[in-house]
């Protein structure tokens, strides 16, 4: 397959956007929810699940995922690289076997309290590695091993997710973070332009240190709601579902 064939997207749509948002904040359940289910548009949810009283954490997620959002995988323990928080522990003290067991304990806390479903995974702070200088090692197989998909970071505004191409295990994303409405419906056009598939990072709406202003979400969704024979929105994992059976039918 050519890595720049296209599959035909859900409904005709020239290409496929994923609206993601990391850490189960409270502006998420708030405001982005309640404004998507208005227009009708699904997203992808990446809970932590940390502590004692991750059951208490995740009850208000039931009704989402019920409505047809994605509850993604997003770790027990958020463990990020330590150096740019100057911290005792990260990824650098840890191993591939306990990062692991923190990801899967994840995954079954979600199993317990939302059903148990595919869903995909976000590296925390977009970081994919454990230990550090020459016993440093990827941790992206691991992902790949367990999920459908997972989440990951573009090195530039220009890029998309070419659906022959990319490596699922690896999705690229934007973190949109203090973008204005007129940019992150850029990034989607780029994506109908290429008839690829493009995926959006969000934190806080108004909420947070890396947050964008409620009226520049709106501004993206109603253009995204506009506009439905150009943007197939779906969560992270339809998507990644959406290119594998394409892949296989196309082999
Ligand atoms: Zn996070």
């Known amino acids: 397959m050519e890595p720049t064939a296209i599959p035909e997207w859900p409904g005709g749509a020239a290409c496929a956007v994923s609206l993601s948002f990391d850490d189960g904040m409270t502006s998420q359940l708030e405001r ?3 404004y998507l289910d208005r227009l009708g548009l699904r997203g992808t949810f990446y809970l932590n699940t940390p502590g004692d009283a991750w059951r208490e954490r995740l009850e208000p997620w039931k009704a989402v995922v019920e409505k047809g959002h994605e509850a993604g995988n997003h770790t027990c323990s958020h463990l990020c690289s330590r150096g740019p928080f100057g911290r005792e522990k990260g990824l650098e003290t840890t191993t591939l076997n306990a990062l692991e067991a923190d990801i899967l304990e994840c995954e079954r806390r979600l199993d317990e309290v939302l059903g ?7 590296y925390p702070c977009y970081d994919r590695h454990v230990g550090e200088g020459e016993s440093r090692a990827s941790y992206v197989p691991l992902i790949a091993k367990h999920f459908v998909a997972g989440r990951g970071k573009f090195n530039g505004l220009h ?3 070419f659906p022959a191409a990319c490596d699922l295990s690896c999705v690229g994303s934007h973190a949109c973070e203090r973008m204005g409405g007129h940019e992150l419906l850029g990034l ?3 994506a109908a332009n290429k008839g690829a598939w493009t995926v959006l990072t969000f934190h806080g709406i108004l909420e947070g240190h890396v947050s964008v202003s409620e009226v520049d979400f709106r501004e993206l969704c109603d253009h995204l709601a ?3 024979e150009r943007f197939w929105v779906a969560p992270v994992v339809e998507v990644a579902q959406r290119i594998r059976a394409w892949r296989a039918e196309s082999a």
């Open 188 to 190: 989607c056009e780029r």
């Open 116 to 122: 148990k479903r595919a869903r995909s995974f976000c």
């Open 226 to 228: 506009r506009y439905p």
């Open 32 to 34: 982005a929810i309640p």
């Open 159 to 161: 890029h998309v997710n």
